[in-house]
RNA sequence: AACCCGGUGGUGUAAUCGGUAACACAAGAGGUUUUGGUCCUCUCGUUCCAGGUUCAAGUCCUGGCCGGGUUACCA
C-alpha cells in the first residue's frame, strides 16, 4: 500500500521470463500456480552457466511462490554416471538452493513415457523405422532439400506394437530399428522431420539397471516429464528453441498437462571455455588439475578457490536474463567476488615474496604486539594483535634501490610505514655477492608507534610486512584467467583453442610469511592478505605442517596498471 | 544455402508494453585515504542501416545488413 513500496517495485524491471511468468499468474493459468524445474544430465560437472540456470529456476520457483524440482535427465544410459549425481547435488546446495522432496529422474518415467509412446503408436503418430542409422541420416534431407519418406513409415499400428514390443523384450539388435514419430519429412524444421523418440541401447543404467534397453531421446522424454511433474515454465537455453514445436506436438498428441518451454541465452564469460567437452578435455589432458582446479569455471572450481556462493547469486541476478547471445566480462564476476568479500572479511598480513628488514635502532631480543584492525568496513569486527621485533620481512617488490616518479614505497633514504607499526627508513642495502639485494637495515621511529607521527610528517606509502620469527610459513597459489585471450574459442585458422590458455594462470610461491593467526584458520575461511587480495585455505592440499593457501582474487591495483601502462610506451 | 532467433555506450542489462536513453562493470581523469584497497566526482551512445506510420519511435510496420542456432539413434 505505501507508494513508496510501490514505487520500488516497480522500479525492479522483470526479464522477459520473469515477465511471461507474472502475466500468466496474472491470468490465471495453471490455476496460478508456478513450477520449475533444474534438469541436468549426469554426465559432468556443474558450471557457473549452470548456476545461471539454476539461480533463474530456482529464483522465479521462489518469487512466484512456487516450487522447483531437481530432475536429473538421465535417458542415455552410456554417458551418465551415479558420480555426477551426487556432485552435482552438492554443488546446488552450496550454491544455496534446495529442492526438498522433489529430487526426480527422468528414468523413474520410464515406464509411464512408454506407455505414452504406446498411445502415439496406437493413434498412428509414431512407427518403428527398420532403416540403419545410415539411411535415417540420408533420408532426412539437408537444410535446403526436403527429407523423404522411410519405406516403413506406413507400417500398420499391429505391426509397430508388435515391433516396439519386441524392441522392449530385447530381440532387437542395437541400431537396427528406432520409434519414429510421424511428423512431416519436408518441414523446413529438421526437427519434425519424423524425429527418433526411442532407441535400442543394451547399456546398464546407473539406476534401472538392465531392466530396459530402449531408452527414449531427450525431445520424447524432456517435455513429457515436465508435463508428469506439472512444470508451468519449462527453462532453458537457446539452442532448444528450433526444439519448441516439437516439444509442443509431443505434448499436444496426449489429454495431459501442458507446460511452456522458454528460452533463453546461456553465459558465455571471457577469459574462459565453458563447454563440457572443452572442460573435460582440459582436465583429461592435464592442463589442470582436476574438476575442481581453482582455475576453472565450475562450481567446484569456484568452490574450493574461495568464492562465496552469494556472490555467485549476485552475480547471476546482475547479468539478467535475455535472448541475446553475447559474452560477459569476466571482469563482472572478479568485481561481485571483490564486493562480498571487501565487506566479511578479516584482514591480515603476508608477505609472498619475503625481504628482510632488520630494524638496527630497535632493541635486540626485544619484542611487542601491534594492534591491527581486522576489518576497517566494520568495526565490529575488532581488532587483533601481531607480533613485531626487530627483524621482519616486507614484500621484495616494495622495494626498489633506483625508484622510478611515481613509486611512493621504500628506496634508499626514504620513509615508508609499516601498517599499523611503525615509520622505517632505509639506511642500507644489504646485497650478496653477485649484487642481489639480500636485506635492507632501517632504522624506525619509536614515536610513530601505530602508525601515526606526532609531528604531524606525513609519508607516501604503506606497506605490509610480518615477523621474522613470530611468522609461519606457507605456500600460495595466485591465478589468473585461464586463457590469455578474451574469446579462446577464436583461433586463427589452423590454430586450436588450448593456444589461448595461459601459461602463467598458475604460479606457486613457496616460502612466503603469513602472521602467525594464519596457522590455525579453518578450511573454508576467507581473510584478506593487506594489499595483496582475498585468500583461503586450500581445502584439499594444506595441512597444519604445510599450510597452501589459495588467492581467490587480487585486490584492484592501481599502480600494477599505472606500470603496464608505462611499459607498454 | 533453408528455417528459427537476436541486434541499445568497450561489456552486460534497463527504459512505467509509442513520450524524448538509465544502471552496473571496464577504461580514463580527479578527490579522500594508515591497504596505490574501499569510498566520492567527472568523461565515454547519431539505440545496426534505410524507408514508413505518428504530434511523438530504442519501442510499431516494411526492406536490407550483421550475428547466433539447427542437418546425433547427444542433451
Redesign the pocket.
Given at each position: 500500500m505505501p507508494a513508496e513500496e510501490k514505487d520500488e517495485e516497480?522500479?525492479r524491471?522483470?526479464?522477459?521470463i520473469r515477465?511471461i511468468v507474472a502475466?500468466d499468474v496474472a491470468a490465471g493459468k495453471h490455476g496460478g500456480r508456478v513450477q520449475t524445474r533444474f534438469?541436468?544430465?549426469p554426465?559432468g560437472y556443474l558450471h557457473i552457466g549452470h548456476a545461471k540456470s539454476i539461480c533463474l529456476n530456482f529464483g522465479i520457483a521462489r518469487e512466484f511462490g512456487g516450487l522447483c524440482n531437481l530432475r536429473f535427465?538421465?535417458?542415455?544410459p552410456?554417458?551418465?554416471e551415479e558420480e555426477y549425481v551426487k556432485a552435482i547435488q552438492e554443488d546446488i546446495r552450496w550454491l544455496g538452493f534446495d529442492w526438498d522432496d522433489r529430487l526426480f529422474y527422468?528414468s523413474d518415467y520410464f515406464e509411464t513415457l512408454h506407455g505414452y509412446a504406446v498411445d502415439l503408436i496406437r493413434q498412428g503418430k509414431a512407427y518403428v523405422?527398420?532403416?540403419?542409422?545410415?539411411?535415417?541420416?540420408e533420408t532426412?534431407?539437408?537444410?535446403?532439400?526436403p527429407?523423404t519418406p522411410s519405406p516403413f513409415r506406413d507400417r500398420t499400428v499391429e505391426e509397430n506394437l508388435d515391433l516396439f514390443a519386441r524392441m522392449r523384450e530385447g530381440k532387437m539388435e542395437?541400431?537396427?530399428?528406432?520409434l519414429r514419430a510421424k511428423i512431416d519429412m519436408a518441414?523446413?524444421?529438421?526437427?519434425l522431420r519424423d524425429?527418433?523418440l526411442?532407441?535400442?541401447?543394451k547399456a546398464t543404467h546407473h539406476r534401472t539397471g538392465d531392466t530396459w534397453c530402449i531408452?527414449?531421446?531427450?525431445?520424447?522424454?524432456?517435455g513429457y516429464s515436465d508435463s508428469i511433474e506439472g512444470i508451468t515454465h519449462s527453462l532453458c537455453?537457446?539452442?532448444?528453441?528450433?526444439?519448441?514445436?516439437l516439444y509442443d506436438w509431443l505434448l499436444q498428441q496426449l489429454p495431459i498437462h501442458q507446460p511452456r518451454q522458454i528460452?533463453f541465452?546461456r553465459l558465455?564469460l571471457?577469459h574462459t571455455v565453458m563447454s563440457k567437452?572443452k572442460l573435460l578435455e582440459l582436465v583429461k589432458d592435464g592442463h589442470v588439475s582436476g574438476w575442481d582446479d581453482p582455475r576453472l569455471p565450475t562450481l567446484r572450481g569456484m568452490r574450493r578457490r574461495g568464492y562465496p556462493p552469494e556472490a555467485l547469486r549476485r552475480f547471476c541476478e546482475?547479468?539478467?536474463?535475455?535472448?541475446?547471445?553475447?559474452?560477459?566480462?569476466i571482469?563482472?564476476l572478479?568485481?561481485?567476488i571483490?564486493?562480498q568479500l571487501?565487506?566479511e572479511?578479516p584482514?591480515r598480513l603476508a608477505v609472498l615474496d619475503p625481504l628482510k628488514v632488520i630494524l638496527t635502532n630497535y632493541p635486540e631480543g626485544e619484542h611487542e604486539e601491534l594492534e591491527?584492525?581486522n576489518?576497517?568496513?566494520n568495526p565490529d569486527a575488532g581488532t587483533r594483535k601481531v607480533p613485531f621485533s626487530r627483524e621482519l620481512y616486507i614484500e621484495r617488490s616494495?622495494f626498489l634501490e633506483a625508484?622510478p616518479k611515481?613509486?611512493?614505497?621504500l628506496a634508499p633514504g626514504r620513509e615508508v610505514?609499516?601498517?599499523?607499526?611503525y615509520f622505517i627508513t632505509c639506511q642500507n642495502v644489504v646485497k650478496d655477492s653477485s649484487g642481489n639485494v639480500v636485506a635492507l637495515e632501517c632504522t624506525y621511529d619509536p614515536a610513530?608507534?601505530?602508525?601515526?607521527a606526532p609531528d604531524g610528517r606525513?609519508?607516501?606509502?604503506?606497506?605490509?610486512w610480518v615477523d621474522a620469527t613470530a611468522s609461519v610459513e606457507a605456500e600460495v597459489r595466485l591465478f589468473e584467467h585461464l586463457f590469455a585471450a578474451e574469446k579462446p574459442e577464436e583461433v586463427p585458422d589452423g590454430g586450436d583453442w588450448k593456444d589461448n590458455l595461459n601459461p602463467a594462470s598458475l604460479v606457486v610461491r613457496h616460502g612466503c610469511r603469513l602472521e602467525p593467526s594464519l596457522a590455525d584458520l579453518a578450511a573454508g575461511e576467507r581473510v584478506?592478505?593487506?594489499?595483496?587480495g582475498y585468500f583461503t585455505p586450500d581445502p584439499v592440499d594444506s595441512r597444519p605442517d604445510r599450510l597452501v593457501f589459495l588467492r581467490t582474487v587480487a585486490?584492484?591495483?592501481?599502480?600494477?596498471?599505472?606500470q603496464?601502462?608505462g611499459g607498454r610506451g
Open positions: 516497480a522500479l524491471s522483470l526479464d522477459f515477465q502475466d534438469p541436468p544430465e554426465n535427465d538421465d535417458t542415455n552410456v554417458v551418465e527422468a523405422d527398420s532403416q540403419s542409422p545410415e539411411e535415417i541420416r532426412r534431407g539437408s537444410l535446403t532439400r527429407g542395437e541400431g537396427s530399428c528406432v518441414s523446413p524444421n529438421m526437427n524425429p527418433v526411442y532407441r535400442i541401447k531408452y527414449p531421446t531427450y525431445d520424447f522424454a524432456h537455453t537457446l539452442e532448444f528453441e528450433n526444439h519448441r514445436p528460452e541465452a558465455n571471457t567437452r546482475i547479468i539478467g536474463v535475455t535472448k541475446f547471445d553475447g559474452v560477459t566480462d571482469a563482472l572478479e568485481h561481485v571483490r564486493e571487501n565487506e572479511t584482514r591491527c584492525i576489518n576497517p568496513q616494495d625508484p611515481k613509486f611512493f614505497r610505514r609499516l601498517r599499523y607499526a610513530t608507534r601505530g602508525g601515526d606525513k609519508v607516501k606509502g604503506t606497506i605490509h584478506q592478505f593487506e594489499r595483496l585486490l584492484k591495483d592501481k599502480w600494477a596498471r599505472m603496464k601502462k
